[in-house]
């Protein structure tokens, strides 16, 4: 036992190694996403049909904005956190992550942050209730007492953050294997390397934010409140400067999956690596100049309103290059479609529909029109659903053979991708429509001509909801046991990860691969 | 077995009444999928913008997703198709970086024109002064006496699924915004409260109505008519029961309208000279309540444990008079959910709703509070 794990609860309580960490970070934003799952389904079963039927406005509320915050902060991010455990130090030939306490530490306070956010629920006056994006003065002067927790914990979820980013830039810079040189690394660990700057920038500015609404809530500053001098604007300016670069870290670290599984199943090298790497760039440079685009009817001087049109619609051109490089990678590959490429084509078709609906909110004086309606619901949910969730779960069945040393049942992943991407497609397409029809996001009842899309949309929301239960079978059987997968597990796959035994021995590279 | 889908049958049959409320609505107003053109000029520039940017995302989207889905077709392993092992060209990268850009430049030229076109708030022929309110929206015509509040008038048995929903089921209100058609005209938007958006689709107008600043925009109406809009900025509970209607009537008619709403602004201050007898002012005092307490306190007076008091039994209500009158025209110092109704409500509605207060909901006080006495309180502070 030298060398292996501890028995018992205890492993996972003190573990410094990595992949136990990988492993906990997965199942914890698993849960969470089941957790915020379940939210989502109770509001679209109130929205099934016009009238309150189910919950009341307030209990709605609440719903929409721990749906929002724990799927954000709960399944996606800490989701690409436990990729990037398992497979960063794999990846670069290192033995482990360069700092494997603070590793512990950045995941052992998180379950705490959540079960605090969670227990506002049974809080008098409830769960926080002004939306996943907060806006002053409605979640300060006018915001539930649970309001101090939810400060509380979003703090400890951005200490988490900075520390996992931290750790993974540490690593990357420095413990790669000799010859893995910075234009040589897997997509995935530049695309980390960058979310992981994107997060240190970031989320010291939520971190900033949210103290501010403290200070107005309890300590009598005036930050948002104009009747002391403050702004409320200013929330919004402060909260998008973080907010839009967190929309890319929620999606940078899925192009590096993305890029890793399509050359596979192509059998072809992935087209125009560098331009990938300077595309991942650029658009991390460009989130930082763009927030505004979420403030277009704030009322902003025209000049502000135009330089962050333009700049937002520049966005446009390194997200094409992309695309364009992972169709080309494609064309005239020798392809094959098992559930993880299916997985990654579906991220690049929807992901792109995301992308078309993206710019024409760009459009300062359109969007007039769809800001704050269901169009803008159904882009951000076509950008983060076959986005971010869509490129984890192809990264978890790409890579799970390698973690567990079996293979899933193929024609259950297959039935999971299925249900799951005809589930989101009946969920979010209809939003599209409601929204340009004229139907405003994060209200409980709603007018009768939207009555039709909703209840489609309903139906579509239980229907992924459904898919999710076959992909943790799926997974809870693969871990038990399953045909043994190879050492290479697919077809001549490129990367170090590969060269290991599968299932990955619980240290590896102790001494670095050499590379070629 | 058969029983049990018996059952189900029967359990399907008693929602029916419900679920049929939205099967009347008019065919062509339902399955709607664009935006519409709206009555404004400015509306359909926009709407071509959004048509012209929609074709060209789906000329690309044919473009990359032809390229694909015929890869996808052709190039696989199980027919037997040998991967080539090209993988990069700079000429390509360059090709697709720059045709792009070409493509936006085409795209910001039109919406540049029309956002100084939306910009251009000059000038206007009349302004109106709109005020978000958890939820209700005030509108004063600036230069007159007239000013009211305008609050969701489908009543809450239509919500709760007592009765059948009417054809503009939570798209009315109890006073429209009138209008003039074919005049500029300027509205000004702010808040009292939280952030509110004042969005009318078929105007093609939406702005953030914020406390303590002041917005603008503008339109001119092309045709008569009414036009329903929604508050589009989550303000709190009821953020989804707060429309707006637009009345636009011709120049004459909104003239008539205009001077009778003044005429009737004249009356009210009369009317705060006048003494009411208790029946008056409780008969108002429900009317009152309903429209302005009822969301938070609740029909019954009960309030919601934890968030909004009761005000059956509660120690304002059933104490001394000038702590009452204090919260209802002051709002509460500690809870900024209870607005200040001063500013919001005539004297003779602020006299009624207290009587209301103080006598109903089992509170058994039996005094009575005339207009005449929420002017000197208001005159004393």
Redesign the interface.
Same mark, same amino acid.
Not at chain 1, 266 to 275: D, E, H
Not at chain 1, 327 to 337: A, D, H, I, K, L
Not at chain 1, 440 to 449: C, E, F, G, K
């Given at each position: 036992m030298a060398h292996g794990p501890k028995p018992g609860f205890s492993r996972w309580l003190y573990t410094t190694n990595h992949k136990d960490i990988g492993s906990m970070y997965l199942w914890f934003s698993f849960a969470m996403f089941l957790l915020g799952g379940c939210m989502a389904l109770v509001i679209r079963a109130e929205l099934f049909?016009?009238?309150?039927?189910i919950v009341q406005?307030?209990f709605f509320?609440q719903m929409t904005t721990m749906h929002g915050l724990i799927m954000v902060f709960g399944a996606v991010m800490p989701a690409f956190v436990g990729l990037a455990n398992w497979m960063i130090p794999m990846m670069i030939g290192a033995p482990d992550m360069a700092l494997p306490r603070m590793n512990n530490w950045s995941f052992w306070i998180l379950p705490f942050a959540f079960a605090m956010l969670a227990s506002t629920l049974f809080m008098?006056?409830?769960a926080p209730?002004?939306?996943w994006t907060f806006?002053a003065?409605?979640s300060t002067?006018?915001a539930?007492p649970s309001t101090t927790f939810f400060i509380f914990s979003i703090h400890i979820m951005g200490a988490s953050s900075i520390m996992g980013a931290i750790n993974i830039i540490a690593t990357i810079l420095n413990m790669r294997a000799p010859g893995m040189t910075l234009m040589k690394m897997p997509l995935f660990v530049w695309t980390w390397l960058i979310t992981a700057y994107l997060l240190i920038a970031v989320m010291p500015v939520l971190a900033g934010v949210v103290t501010m609404m403290l200070m107005d809530i309890h300590f009598g500053t005036s930050f948002f &409140?104009?009747?002391g001098g403050g702004?409320?604007?200013l929330f919004q300016h402060v909260f998008w400067f973080f907010g839009h670069p967190e929309v890319y870290i929620m999606i940078l670290p899925a192009f590096g999956i993305v890029s890793a599984i399509i050359p596979t199943f192509?059998?072809?090298?992935? =087209?125009?690596? &560098? &331009?990938m790497v300077y595309a991942t760039a650029s658009i991390a440079f460009l989130s930082f100049i763009v927030w505004a685009h979420h403030m277009f *009817? %704030?009322?902003m001087p025209?000049a502000g309103?135009?330089f962050f049109?333009?700049a937002t619609? #520049?966005i +446009?051109?390194p997200t094409?290059?992309k695309? =364009?490089n992972w169709? *080309? *990678?494609?064309?005239?590959? &020798?392809?094959? /479609?098992e559930t993880p490429m299916l997985f990654a !084509?579906a991220f %690049? !078709?929807l992901f *792109?529909?995301g992308g078309?609906s993206g @710019?024409?909110l760009a459009? +300062?004086? +359109?969007d007039?029109?769809y800001?704050?309606?269901y169009f803008v619901v159904a882009h951000f949910h076509y950008v983060l659903v076959p986005g971010a969730i869509f490129s984890i779960t192809a990264g978890v069945y790409y890579w799970l053979p390698k973690w567990t040393g079996n293979m899933y049942n193929e024609t259950m992943g297959k039935v999971h991708f299925w249900l799951a991407f005809v589930g989101l497609n009946v969920t979010f397409f209809p939003m599209? /429509?409601?929204g #340009?029809?004229?139907m405003?996001?994060?209200?409980?009842?709603?007018? @009768?001509?939207f009555?039709?899309?909703n209840q489609i949309a309903s139906v579509g929301a239980f229907l992924f909801g459904a898919a999710q239960i076959v992909f943790l079978f799926n997974v809870v059987r693969t871990v038990m046991g399953g045909k043994k997968a190879t050492d290479e597990v697919w077809d001549d796959p490129e990367g170090l990860e590969w060269t290991v035994a599968s299932p990955a021995p619980y240290h590896t590279f102790s001494t670095p691969p050499a590379v070629r | 077995m058969l029983k049990g889908f018996d059952r189900l049958f029967a359990l399907l049959a008693t929602s029916l009444p419900a679920y049929s409320a939205f099967a009347e609505v008019e065919g062509a107003e339902r399955w709607g999928v664009n935006m519409t053109q709206g009555v404004t000029e400015v509306s359909r520039t926009t709407y071509d913008l959004h048509m012209l940017i929609f074709w060209i995302c789906v000329a690309i989207g044919v473009v990359v997703f032809g390229v694909m889905f015929y890869s996808m077709w052709r190039h696989r392993k199980s027919k037997g198709y040998r991967a080539a092992q090209f993988h990069e060209s700079t000429a390509v990268e360059l090709v697709w970086t720059i045709i792009p850009t070409l493509i936006l430049v085409l795209m910001a030229i039109p919406a540049t024109k029309t956002l100084y076109d939306i910009y251009d708030t000059g000038e206007a022929d009349l302004d109106i002064m709109v005020t978000g309110y958890q939820w209700k929206w005030k509108y004063d015509y600036l230069g007159t006496d007239v000013s009211f509040f305008s609050n969701l008038s489908t009543p809450r048995s239509q919500v709760d699924n007592q009765l059948p929903k009417g054809e503009n089921y939570l798209l009315e209100v109890d006073e429209p915004v009138v209008v003039p058609v074919g005049k500029k005209i300027r509205f000004l938007f702010t808040a009292n409260d939280v952030i509110h958006a004042w969005w009318v689709p078929d105007l093609a107008v939406k702005k953030d109505a914020i406390p303590g600043f002041i917005n603008d925009a503008w339109t001119r109406i092309d045709e008569p008519g009414i036009y329903r809009g929604q508050c589009a900025e989550l303000c709190g509970k009821d953020h989804g029961f707060m429309p707006i209607v637009v009345k636009a009537v011709p120049e004459q008619e909104y003239d008539a309208w205009l001077n009778e709403r003044a005429a009737q602004a004249a009356k009210m201050r009369e009317l705060t000279e006048k003494t009411f007898d208790f029946d008056e002012l409780f008969a108002m005092g429900e009317k009152v309540y309903n429209r302005n307490c009822a969301a938070c306190h609740q029909p019954n007076g009960q309030g919601v444990p934890g968030t909004f008091p009761a005000i059956a039994g509660s120690q304002v209500a059933t104490g001394p008079l000038d702590k009452h009158l204090n919260m209802v025209v002051n709002g509460s110092s500690k809870n900024p959910a209870m607005q200040a109704f001063g500013p919001q409500l005539s004297e003779v509605d602020i006299a009624a709703v207290i009587t209301y207060q103080r006598n109903a909901f089992g509170n058994e006080m039996g005094d009575t509070v005339q207009p005449v006495d929420i002017l000197n309180f208001k005159n004393k502070q």
């Open positions: 049909e016009p009238g309150l039927q406005p307030e509320n008098d006056g409830g209730n002004f939306g806006y003065p409605l002067e006018y539930p &409140s104009a009747a702004d409320p604007v192509a059998r072809k090298p992935l =087209f125009g690596y &560098s &331009s *009817t %704030v009322g025209i309103e135009l049109m333009y619609m #520049l +446009a051109v094409g290059v695309v =364009f169709v *080309t *990678t494609m064309f005239r590959g &020798s392809m094959t /479609f !084509i %690049v !078709i *792109t529909i078309f @710019l024409m459009i +300062a004086p +359109a007039f029109q800001h704050d309606t599209h /429509f409601v #340009l029809a004229g405003p996001r994060r209200i409980p009842d709603y007018a @009768l001509q009555a039709d899309f | -």
